[in-house]
């Protein structure tokens, strides 16, 4: 059971735009610290897509952003595409823990 | 080119050692936290360990608490993972990942290894 509580599955058709939910706590995201928010596509490495809540690196399009409200967050995503097909964690700190939290992943299905 | 590269995986048998080290090059490696994530096959990520640029800043997981070391040699760019008394739970494959903030003990993950596969049996 992960601390941050993700959806196990999300999916969306082409040009289609799809959220991703992150619920948290007090001891984590309502507690201020920030969410970053990862890709996975299989086989690879996790990739940063948006960091401090809703930070693009370079490089990361913006049909990618992020939100966080209260003790969750939010990853949007528009204009899908057939690439966009992978697993997606957010991050976070929690101060119960003392350690870094990740949610359980979500898998997009582009349809 | 930033890169880390993980070494030291491999097949090992409940109890016994395993000592894993990532390799940093492409960035000044001593200015930045740097953090073990494992994942196995199939299942999410797990954040197992983290020390600060300085090394005064350590954090483990519940898990692995009293059983894994992170340290890390600055004068050589690398960061390291003592793994003792090994459980057949402790089979993941084992990235080593680079904070993004300088000099931060914790932020975002910018950048990641490819990671090295531990197998815990007997």
């Known amino acids: 059971q992960s601390v941050l509580t993700q959806p196990p599955s999300v999916s969306g058709a082409p040009g289609q735009r799809v959220t991703i939910s992150c619920t948290g706590s007090s001891s984590n995201i309502g507690a201020g610290y920030d969410v970053h928010w990862y890709q996975q596509l299989p086989g690879t490495a996790p990739k940063l897509l948006i960091y401090?809540?809703?930070n693009r690196p370079s490089g990361i399009p913006d049909r990618f952003s992020g939100s966080k409200s209260d003790t969750s967050a939010s990853l949007a995503i528009t204009g899908l595409q057939a690439e966009d097909e992978a697993d997606y964690y957010c991050q976070s700190y929690d101060s119960s823990l003392s350690g870094v939290v990740f949610g359980g992943g979500t898998k997009l299905t582009v349809l | 080119e930033v890169q880390l590269v993980e070494s030291g995986g491999g097949l090992v048998q409940p109890g016994r050692s395993l000592r894993l080290s990532c390799a940093a090059s492409?960035?000044?490696?001593?200015?930045?936290?740097m953090h073990w994530v494992r994942q196995v096959p199939g299942k999410g990520l797990e954040w197992v360990s983290g020390i600060s640029w300085n090394s005064g800043t350590i954090d483990y997981a519940d898990s692995v608490k009293g059983r894994f070391t992170i340290s890390r040699d600055n004068a050589k760019n690398s960061l390291y993972l003592q793994m003792n008394s090994l459980r057949a739970e402790d089979t993941a494959l084992y990235f080593c990942?680079?904070?993004?903030?300088?000099?931060?003990?914790?932020?975002?993950?910018?950048?990641w290894g490819q990671g090295t596969m531990v197998t815990v049996s007997s």
């Open positions: 401090g809540n809703s």
């Open positions: 492409g960035f000044t490696f001593d200015d930045y936290a």
């Open positions: 990942a680079k904070n993004s903030r300088y000099r931060d003990p914790i932020d975002a993950f910018d950048i």
